[in-house]
């Protein structure tokens, strides 16, 4: 695959193209992308080689669309009708029913593959793009069976290449389980900055005091609402279900400081430490 288009010359997109880049010394790179400035940057740091545009994508021998996930239902179909009968096109969304659902019945369902690599960083546009960037990391693939084989095996050999592992799901599995890891870790993080912003206006000191691991846990919140509003919306009654269950358990947290029992608050936080032998299991 030697033409590939990047639709969306962003954090994801970009750091994509970069690693194709050192992987294939005979790719030629294509940027697509409604803000001008970012391909402007992109060209400028030797992410993308040519600037283009939906009429040149018949030429692609793969396509990669990485905008935020209300745009990509809507433009997805799009895409799909540019392109021709051999092209892979792929999608990076953090959502998958919206966009499964949005092409079903598209004539060329089989040249598209739904998948979400879980990698990225707080930051966004061309200048967050890195190398490197998915070695190591979990790439979910919804609906395969869909997708032609042939296109299937070329994705896979990309996805290999980038030192990505892979996990099958359904949509609306996927978009269940990354409301809890990934959504609500994103709300939390966007709320407790919340708060301290707001106690900062009367306690002008308060960032001096801020350690390691307040930044560590609102490092999230810099995260562009422009991406992850769409996210919450289309994954809205997931991410309820998830908050429900989250402030359930805040309440429960205030309800033992309340009663002074902090035995039960040691045990709390004992049981939850557990969960350094599951991240280290993925690790």
Known sequence: MNNIYIIGVGLIGGSVALDIKSINTHAKIFGIDSNDSHLDQALQLDIIDYKSTYKDLRNADLVILSI??????????KVLDAISEATLV????STKQPICKAVEEHEKRRNFLATHPIAGTEFSGPKAAIRN????KTNIICEVEKTTFKLQEKALQLFSDLGMRIRYMNPEAHDKHI???SHLSHISSFMLGKTVIEKEKNERDIFDMAGSGFESTVRLAK???AMWTPIFKQNRENVIETLDEYINNLKQFKSLMESDDFDEIYNEMQNTNHIKDILNGIA
Do not use: H, R, T
């Not at 935020?68 to 179909?77: R, T």
């Open 133 to 136: 960037l998915f070695q190591k």
């Open 68 to 77: 935020p996930v209300d745009k990509a239902v809507s433009e997805l179909p």
């Open 179 to 181: 409301a809890y890891v």
């Open 223 to 225: 995260s562009s609402p």
């Open 90 to 93: 792929i999608d990076v969304g």
